[in-house]
């Protein structure tokens, strides 16, 4: 079994910042493909970032491209998301996934997660 707990959401104003964290127990986060969902209410969950086990490549929303960064910290057993000129649309729960496989990109294909955390980006 593998634990996640994210950290770091809140209110933010747009234009603003967050670093989201999620610290994993009970596996490695360097043998899993890990992600970052979200989901607004009344809307699916949607694939935000991943980082393959490697780490050497990241994948992104097009949504999200070029103000987000996925990073991975193998010492602390931990996967972060840097948040940078938030906007309001990307208000919703965030959540840390990890797959044992290579699929990135699908909720379905992920086996353990995290219990969310909120994000809040006030106009």
């Known amino acids: 079994q593998m634990q996640l707990i994210e950290s770091g959401g809140g209110l933010v104003q747009a234009g603003g910042s967050l670093k989201l964290s999620c610290a994993a127990s009970?596996?490695?986060?360097?043998?899993?493909?890990m992600g970052w969902f979200r989901q607004a209410p009344g809307k699916s969950r949607e694939f935000v970032a991943a980082?393959?086990?490697?780490?050497?490549?990241?994948y992104y929303a097009d949504s999200v491209k070029g103000r987000f960064t996925i990073s991975r910290d193998d010492a602390k057993n931990t996967v972060n998301l840097q948040m940078n000129s938030l906007k309001p649309e990307d208000t919703a729960v965030y959540y840390c996934a990890a797959n044992r496989g290579v699929v990135f990109a699908t909720p379905a294909y992920y086996d353990y997660w995290g219990q969310g955390t909120q994000v809040t980006v006030s106009s």
């Open positions: 009970g596996r490695t986060v360097s043998t899993h493909t």
């Open positions: 980082i393959t086990k490697s780490g050497g490549t990241t």
